[in-house]
C-alpha cells in the first residue's frame, strides 16, 4: 500500500537524497509546505515572506517501511536541534518539521521527540498540520543524484 509523508529538514536537496536511500521509498519529491502562498516559486520561498518551508514529499510502501521509521530516519539525517535553520542555510524555510496528516502520525512524531527530549536532546522540530504540498521546479529534483554529489549540510547519525 503507498502513502505519502511530508517533512522539512533544511535544504530539501539533501532530505531527497537521504530519503531517495531508504528502503520502501518509492519516490521523492523537493517542494515547499507549511505557507499560505499557493504554488510559491524557489524565489519567492527566499524572501522569507510565504511562510513555506523546504519540504519533501515521500512516497513509500507500507508494507516495507512504517511512517515511525521514516520519521526515526528523519530526525537522524539531520539536526534537529538546530533553532534557526539547517547547518549554514539559516532562516525560516530551512527549519525542521514533521507536517501530520492522522492523529496516528501526529502521536508518533511526539513520541519520537519525547524520546529524544528523554535522551538529552533539545528538539527543535516543529509538529505541524498537514497543509498542501507544492512540487518545487524540475531543476531541483534529483538534485544530487544528477550531479553526481553529496550533500553539504545533511549526513546520517545513528540515533534510534
Same mark, same amino acid.
Given at each position: 500500500?503507498?502513502?505519502?509523508?511530508?517533512?522539512?529538514? =533544511?535544504? /530539501?536537496?539533501? +532530505? @531527497?537524497?537521504?530519503?531517495?536511500?531508504?528502503?520502501?521509498?518509492?519516490?521523492?519529491? *523537493?517542494? !515547499?509546505?507549511?505557507?499560505?502562498?499557493?504554488?510559491?516559486?524557489?524565489?519567492?520561498?527566499?524572501?522569507?515572506?510565504? =511562510?513555506? /518551508?523546504?519540504? +519533501? @514529499?515521500?512516497?513509500?510502501?507500507?508494507?516495507?517501511?512504517?511512517?515511525?521509521?521514516? *520519521?526515526? !530516519?528523519?530526525?537522524?539525517?539531520?539536526?534537529?536541534?538546530?533553532?534557526?535553520?539547517?547547518?549554514?542555510?539559516?532562516?525560516?524555510?530551512?527549519?525542521?518539521?514533521?507536517?501530520?496528516?492522522?492523529?496516528?502520525?501526529?502521536?508518533?512524531?511526539?513520541?519520537?521527540?519525547?524520546?529524544?527530549?528523554?535522551?538529552?536532546?533539545?528538539?527543535?522540530?516543529?509538529?505541524?498540520?498537514?497543509?498542501?504540498?507544492?512540487?518545487?521546479?524540475?531543476?531541483?529534483?534529483?538534485?544530487?543524484?544528477?550531479?553526481?554529489?553529496?550533500?553539504?549540510?545533511?549526513?546520517?547519525?545513528?540515533?534510534?
Amino acid at each position: 500500500m503507498k502513502k505519502k509523508a511530508y517533512f522539512a529538514a =533544511g535544504c /530539501f536537496w539533501g +532530505v @531527497e537524497y537521504y530519503f531517495q536511500k531508504l528502503e520502501g521509498v518509492i519516490n521523492v519529491d *523537493s517542494g !515547499y509546505m507549511g505557507g499560505d502562498t499557493k504554488n510559491p516559486t524557489y524565489h519567492q520561498v527566499l524572501t522569507k515572506t510565504t =511562510g513555506h /518551508f523546504e519540504a +519533501v @514529499e515521500v512516497v513509500y510502501d507500507l508494507s516495507k517501511v512504517s511512517y515511525e521509521e521514516l *520519521s526515526k !530516519y528523519f530526525f537522524e539525517i539531520h539536526d534537529f536541534t538546530q533553532t534557526d535553520g539547517q547547518g549554514p542555510d539559516i532562516g525560516p524555510q530551512y527549519l525542521s518539521a514533521i507536517f501530520y496528516q492522522t492523529q496516528e502520525e501526529k502521536d508518533i512524531a511526539l513520541n519520537l521527540i519525547e524520546s529524544l527530549d528523554n535522551m538529552g536532546y533539545s528538539v527543535a522540530t516543529k509538529v505541524l498540520e498537514y497543509k498542501p504540498f507544492y512540487k518545487a521546479e524540475d531543476y531541483h529534483q534529483n538534485y544530487y543524484l544528477n550531479r553526481g554529489t553529496v550533500p553539504y549540510c545533511h549526513s546520517y547519525t545513528k540515533i534510534f
